[in-house]
Structures are given as C-alpha cells and as structure tokens.
C-alpha cells in the first residue's frame, strides 16, 4: 500500500480533468482510493470523483493498493500538480 | 412532524427549526453552534447549587420539576446558579419545555454568556425523546461505501463488487423491473442504531446513473419518481465476484455470511459472475429469500427436513 497527500485541484476545466482523472486511474491494476474527512472514494467511479468537487483546494490522501501502485500514486499526484 | 434530513447538521438551529422551539435570542449565531452529542441533561441538582460532576458539554434541559423549583428560590439564588451554569462555554443551548419563559434575570445572563435560549412548546418527556432520536441521527457514525443501493420489494439491497463488474447496469435492469434506486457507485452509511444502517446518495450525484459507453444518464429524469427513494436501511450485501474455479461458493444457503460496515453485521452474499447471467433476477430472488428468512423460514432447511424424512423411512 502507497499513499501520499495531494491537494484536489478540479478549479479549470471540472468536467473534464474529472473524466480524465476517472480515466487515468482506470490504467493501473492497482485499487486507488481518495480520501478525505468522512470519505472515501473509488478513484475510478465517475460518481464518486464527482462528489470531490465539495474537496475543492482541501489536502485528501491518495491510496493504492496493488502490483502498480507506486506509479499509480505518481500519476494521480503530478494529475493534481497540473 | 417534518421528516428528517440526514444531511443536516446537528447545529443548535437545525434543532431549533426541527423542535419547531421559539429562540428568545436571536441575536445570538445559532447556525453554527454545533452539538456534539445527543446526551443532555437536566441541571436540577446545579440549581440546588451542588455542580459536582456537571456535564457541561451538553444542552441544559429545563423540564416541569425544574420549573416549579426555580419558582421557590429567590432571585439573587436564581441568579447565582444560572451565572454558574452559564459559565460553562460548552453548552451548546439551553432549553425550556413547556413553553415556559424564564425571568429577565437568567436572559441577561445568558446574553452576556451567549448562551442561547430555546423555548420548546411540547412536555418535557417529548422534547427529550424527539430531540433524541433527532440527534441520533444527524451525530450518527457515517462513513462511505463504493457500490449500489436499491430497494428490491422493500429489502435495501447493497450490491458491491469490482469497478466494471456490472453494479451499476445490474441497478439499471433492477429499476426497469419496477424497484428504486437509493445510490449508485457511492453510498453513503449512517449507523443509526446497533441494529439499523440507512443509506443515502451524496447529494451530487442523487438520482444519477453511470454507465459504462453511454455515460450518466439520469433514473429519475427517465423513469419518474417511483424509480427512485432518498435513503433505505440496508438489509442485505450482494458482492458480485468474478467466477474462478478455485474459489468456492455457497451452494447450499444453510450458513450466513456477515459483513461489518460501522460495527453492524450485515448478511452478504457472493455472487459469481459470468458473461450472461442475469444478475437483477439473481439480486430479486435473494431479496424475496432475505424476507422470508426474516419472517422465519428457511428454504434449505425445509430441504434437509425432507431429505431426513426420507432417511428414516
């Protein structure tokens, strides 16, 4: 298991980046899950990625769990550095 | 009694609104003065002056019997004792039943405490029991789960499983055979008591459906309101698996399965899943066989009562 803390940026663009967030975890084997105060999200949902939006410039901790996860912690991080 | 909303917040104001209470100080800011537990208490034994083991942290209580005690003191004893209560700054509230209004005395000190000041127009005994079970909600433990809540023929159906295992389209099969949809992909689970888990969809994605190549598509929208519910107790777990010949699956029905979701056990079923198996018919038929075991009968045990007759014969 691999985690690390990210702050949710979805402030351009929301739709999309969250499409394309959705998307981008869809690629590793890995589980990865988002965190935050009473949540915890499915990285790869559509519906739960949306209901981020409320997390908007908060910290959550991005998780993964499996084969690839050390990558798959990359990815999501440098997605919410951009 | 209006029905409660279990996304509010349990704040002095949401109380105050949902007791339908006078506020006699409205120039206090009650919209953000949270309460933390659903405990309160009854200050008789402060207002006889012994504060002692005090729950400070809770709503202050005035009930009949205080009433009628506070009207036996004198005025500077009354006044004494509530600059005491009032100088505890935890106490969310305080609250007079029976539409009782205090004398200017206990308003000034709660002003200059800002300590707000309710008046609750029911008896004592039904604000503390409605006020409770209020609060038992809105405080209670909550946490989310990835999967779908539907109601099938009442039973709060918790269907779970791998992304791309076929939830969401096995919901969508389930609405179109007449039952509702609570949630898809994200559920959240309030634990209301040690034996009743509700579950709701977060706000933003009520009434929404994804699936996969078409993209969300909205169940009320296309299938009115009786396709959808706001929240539903959660009776049962359908956990969708991939079908592996290694792993073995329950043949049989005679032994329950549990899951623990916020110290609640839940029953759960794993269902393996293969290309063309109709999962909704699948997800039914253990709604209907929930029921009947919750009125008390057990299809594997008739069963085994029938091949132990034969047995003996």
Redesign the interface.
Known sequence: MTSRDVVVNLSHDTERRMAELVSLA?EFASRIHLSGQ?????A?????V??L??YSGDTITVTADGTDETEAVEAIADFFAC | MPTTNLNQEATVANLCERMNMDNLTPEIEISTRKIPTYSLNRPSLQLTGFFKGFAGGRIQLIGYAEQVYLDTLEKPVIIERFEKIASYDEIPCIIFTRGYHPCDGIMEICRAHQLPVLVSPLSTSETISEMTRWLRVVLAPRTTIHGVLVDVYGEGVLITGDSGIGKSEAALELVKRGHRLVSDDVVEIRKVSDETLVGLAPEMTRDFIELRGIGIINVRAMFGFEAVKQSQNIDMIVNLEEYKKEKKFDRLGLEDNYKEILGNKIRIHNIPIRPGRNIAIIVESAAVNNRAKKMGYSAPEEFFKRVNAEMKM
Do not use: E, L, P
């Open positions: 869809g009473d949540k915890r999200i499915n790869k949902s559509i519906m739960g949306m209901t939006v409320s």
